[in-house]
């Protein structure tokens, strides 16, 4: 079974930063697709930062300039690097994936278990 583990969130000061961690586990051929998604408290889920097979990444016109999402092949993580927070970024962030489990397996689309950023003013 392929696994999501999220760390990285906590408690930060505005202008500080974080770099949330997304590592994967179990069965995982390929990585196809990743993305970052946050949701604040009584907002919906919003998109923060996404990129395809191509590797193009789009980010949110709210934190271009701020944050970084990457990987680590070896690992098979992803990271979102926070900079210059603000307490709009607060929320809970989640990680999400589209993994193949094997050469010819379909693309499956999984999620993390969601981190707290918690950014105060």
């Known amino acids: 079974q392929v696994q999501l583990v999220e760390s990285g969130g906590g408690l930060v000061q505005a202008g500080g930063s974080l770099r949330l961690s997304c590592a994967a586990s179990?069965?995982?051929?390929?990585?196809?697709?990743m993305a970052w998604y946050r949701q604040a408290p009584g907002k919906q889920r919003e998109t923060v930062a996404t990129?395809?097979?191509?590797?193009?990444?789009h980010y949110a016109d709210s934190v271009k300039g701020r944050f970084t999402m990457s990987r680590n092949n070896a690992l098979n993580t992803v990271y979102l690097q926070m900079n210059s927070l603000k307490p709009d970024d607060t929320g809970v962030y989640y990680c999400?994936?589209?993994?193949?489990?094997?050469?010819?397996?379909?693309?499956?689309?999984?999620w993390g278990q969601g981190t707290q950023v918690t950014v105060s003013s």
């Open positions: 990129s395809g097979t191509s590797g193009t990444i």
């Open positions: 179990g069965p995982i051929y390929s990585i196809d697709g």
């Open positions: 999400n994936l589209d993994i193949k489990t094997a050469r010819l397996s379909p693309i499956g689309d999984y």
